[in-house]
């Protein structure tokens, strides 16, 4: 089945303790991203990558980085988790070329930080 | 002022009923116009989009697009229950603004369809 994953599900930790959250798709996609979703504001992007080792900031970039090493995999790490954090967390991917109107979304990772 | 306005409801009908979602937006560079479905803990899935202004349909759906008006459009047919979800609109600039597939989205809209 042609999918995103995500893991884990559901996280709950502590301020200042590292954590990534992994993404993958098995659909040989160029382009993966990440994004947060919070009440009241929606999703948005927090950074995307238009290939292997290829990452780019989106718009709420602060407190996270992502690596590409391998094409189906683009983890989500957080170095310093703070309660600024606490979000649902959306991965998602593309084929080449048609990433700005067909994304698709893994089941999302639910993030508190204390 | 955001730059994609959307009522998050939420909204309740009854079956059968037709359904109306809108969204508003103040940036003209948006090209690509979406249309995301997003059930109770799941990711959104993509519905339809369409590209510029104009009418898109597909099934019980249509998607329209008014670029002069700034104001994008969701109606759904004889509305269903399992139709009951959030409903999000979602913009971009496409590939010759080079923005990196970012798509900008409204808050969602919150639909129920009573049986």
């Known amino acids: 089945e042609a999918q995103v994953t995500q893991n884990p599900r559901y996280l709950i930790t502590v301020t200042g303790k590292k954590l990534t959250v992994t993404c993958s798709q098995n659909m040989n996609h160029e382009y993966m991203s990440w994004y947060r979703q919070d009440p009241g504001l929606g999703l948005r992007q927090i950074y995307y990558?238009?290939?292997?080792?290829?990452?780019d900031k989106g718009d709420v970039p602060e407190g996270y980085k992502v690596s590409r090493k391998e094409k189906r995999n683009f983890p989500l790490i957080l170095e310093s988790p703070s309660p600024n954090q606490t979000s649902l967390y959306f991965c998602?991917?593309?084929?080449?070329?048609?990433?700005?109107?067909?994304?698709?979304f893994g089941p999302g990772t639910r993030l508190t930080v204390t | 002022q955001k730059e994609v306005e959307q009522d998050p409801g939420p909204l309740s009908v009854p079956e059968g009923a037709i359904v109306s979602l809108n969204c508003t937006y103040s940036?003209?560079?948006?090209?690509?116009f979406m249309w995301y479905r997003q059930y109770s803990r799941k990711g959104p899935e993509l519905l339809m989009y369409?590209?510029?202004?104009g009418n898109k349909e597909d099934g019980r759906f249509t998607a329209q697009v008014d670029k002069s008006s700034k104001y994008i459009s969701l109606f759904i047919r004889d509305s269903q229950p399992s139709d009951s979800a959030t409903y999000l609109c979602?913009?971009?600039?496409?590939?010759?603004?080079?923005?990196?597939?970012?798509?900008?989205f409204g808050q969602g809209t919150e639909l129920s369809v009573k049986p």
């Open positions: 940036n003209s560079a948006f090209q690509y």
């Open positions: 369409t590209y510029s202004s």
């Open positions: 998602a991917s593309s084929p080449r070329g048609r990433q700005d109107y067909e994304q698709y």
């Open positions: 990558s238009m290939n292997v080792e290829v990452t």
């Open positions: 979602a913009m971009s600039g496409g590939v010759i603004y080079n923005q990196g597939g970012k798509l900008i």
